[in-house]
């Protein structure tokens, strides 16, 4: 399985020979998990409007809250349009976190895709996704392989969200 980490603009970058992993963070028993959901092409609002629901009732709001909804999003996307339509998401809290992994069982993301993204070309129909969610997150992860590809994506806040709010 190929994998890599690949920190956003600003985050501190992944130190050479440590092994880095999907997640930072293990997805916690139901006490700081949001959602947890299946879904396919006919979901995708429905995903982005429960995403930003529980959030934002958890205490995330303002421009971090728009930006990694939208990171969500393009992710949820991509997994409808490029790997065989259907997915599970995870949304949850920890610490000073929110993080969401989004899995498919797709053919692998192509290698050439796995490298720093770029500012995409104006021009360009697609190919924003990956680049947003680097823009909008604090770190994104991609573990990647011939079975499927799980991205995860953390935003930090600025004080800890109480998991046991909702």
Same mark, same amino acid.
């Given at each position: 399985?190929?994998?890599?980490?690949?920190?956003?603009?600003?985050? =501190?970058? #992944?130190?050479?020979? @440590?092994?880095?992993? +999907?997640?930072?963070?293990?997805?916690?028993?139901?006490?700081?998990?949001?959602?947890? *959901?299946?879904?396919?092409?006919?979901?995708?609002?429905? @995903?982005? $409007? =429960? @995403?930003?629901? *529980?959030?934002?009732?958890?205490?995330?709001?303002?421009?971090?809250?728009?930006?990694?909804?939208?990171? +969500?999003? =393009? +992710? #949820?996307?991509? #997994?409808?349009? $490029? !790997?065989?339509?259907?997915?599970?998401?995870?949304?949850?809290?920890?610490?000073?976190?929110?993080?969401?992994?989004? /899995?498919?069982?797709?053919?692998?993301?192509?290698?050439? &895709?796995?490298? /720093?993204?770029?500012?995409?070309?104006? &021009?360009? +129909?697609?190919? *924003?996704?990956?680049?947003? !969610?680097?823009?909008?997150?604090? =770190?994104?992860? @991609?573990? /990647?392989?011939?079975?499927?590809?799980? %991205?995860?994506?953390?935003?930090?806040?600025?004080?800890? %969200?109480?998991? $046991?709010?909702?």
């Amino acid at each position: 399985m190929r994998q890599g980490v690949r920190p956003a603009p600003g985050a =501190e970058p #992944v130190e050479a020979g @440590v092994s880095p992993t +999907v997640l930072a963070e293990p997805v916690p028993a139901a006490a700081g998990r949001l959602l947890d *959901r299946r879904f396919g092409r006919d979901e995708i609002t429905l @995903v982005r $409007h =429960e @995403v930003s629901a *529980r959030l934002g009732t958890a205490g995330l709001g303002g421009d971090r809250l728009a930006g990694f909804v939208l990171a +969500v999003n =393009e +992710v #949820v996307t991509n #997994v409808v349009l $490029h !790997a065989g339509g259907n997915g599970r998401l995870l949304l949850w809290l920890a610490g000073d976190s929110a993080w969401c992994s989004v /899995t498919d069982s797709g053919p692998g993301i192509p290698t050439h &895709y796995l490298t /720093t993204p770029e500012i995409p070309e104006a &021009y360009e +129909v697609g190919g *924003r996704g990956i680049w947003l !969610a680097h823009q909008l997150c604090d =770190e994104v992860t @991609v573990a /990647t392989g011939p079975i499927g590809t799980t %991205i995860g994506l953390r935003i930090m806040v600025a004080t800890p %969200i109480d998991t $046991h709010r909702q």
